[in-house]
């Protein structure tokens, strides 16, 4: 009987630590290495993961866009985002000092990818404790309206 038991403790044993492969904390290190220290360091080139693969903002604010992104934003973002203030979701106020145009409509429109492959949008997801940004299922028409109001801040 006392066979079996040591034969058994022996098993968990080797399975809890791994059977001779890579430890779990060797595993969290490497990881670490290969990820960029700070994922928000290189935000000018980032466009994100999605349809929109670059995009520049005209000098001049559309105020018809402007109208139209407020009650797109009121309609499906409010739930979690706050226009000057930290809430679910991050604040969007001066977003475009901090993320590209390219990445904000990405977001927009494919957050289920953006956490998967963005380092800034993973990053976004550990800081704001996992809750994952809702897709609105947008039209690109309308994460341009949502971008033009964020232009107004």
Not at 103 to 112: A, D, K, Q, R, S
Request: hydrophobic share 40%; glycine share 8%; with cysteine.
């Amino acid at each position: 009987m006392k066979g079996i038991y040591l034969t058994f403790l022996i098993a968990v044993v080797g399975f809890a630590c791994g059977g001779g492969g890579q430890s779990k904390i060797d595993q969290i290190k490497e990881q670490s290495a290969m990820a960029p220290a700070d994922p928000y360091a290189s935000w000018e080139s980032n466009h994100g993961v999605g349809p929109i693969k670059a995009f520049e903002l005209p000098a001049e604010v559309d105020q018809i866009l402007v109208t139209n992104g407020k009650e797109v934003y009121e309609a499906k973002c409010t739930a979690c985002h706050k226009a000057e203030k930290r809430f679910i979701g991050p604040a969007p106020k001066d977003i475009l000092s901090r993320r590209t145009p390219a990445w904000v409509m990405n977001m927009i429109l494919n957050p289920e990818e953006m956490v998967q492959k963005d380092p800034m949008a993973k990053q976004l997801l550990i800081d704001y404790n996992g809750s994952p940004m809702a897709n609105q299922n947008l039209t690109e028409e309308e994460a341009r309206a949502v971008l033009e109001y964020f232009r107004t801040l």
